[in-house]
């Protein structure tokens, strides 16, 4: 099975998402919240939501790629 645009692109906003924790837990750093204007912030709020939506989508991507 190949990976299409949308799979790299959930891949990518994961690793965003995996980062910004990391950032968070290590140096209380909110690097999404900095970068668009604090975490509440509607444009910070859109992001953390696509990222959320991107791991929810993985898991379904892993239940394809164990099928084949």
Do not use: C, E, P, Q
């Not at 750093?29 to 992001?47: A, T």
């Amino acid at each position: 099975m190949r990976l299409d645009y949308f799979d790299w692109f959930s891949l990518l906003l994961v690793i965003i998402g995996a980062l910004n924790w990391g950032f968070i837990g290590l140096f209380n750093f909110d690097l999404v919240g900095f970068l668009f204007g604090g975490s509440m912030s509607f444009l910070s709020k859109v992001i953390y939501g696509l990222i959320g939506f991107a791991g929810a989508y993985l898991i379904y991507l892993l239940t394809k790629l164990k099928k084949s």
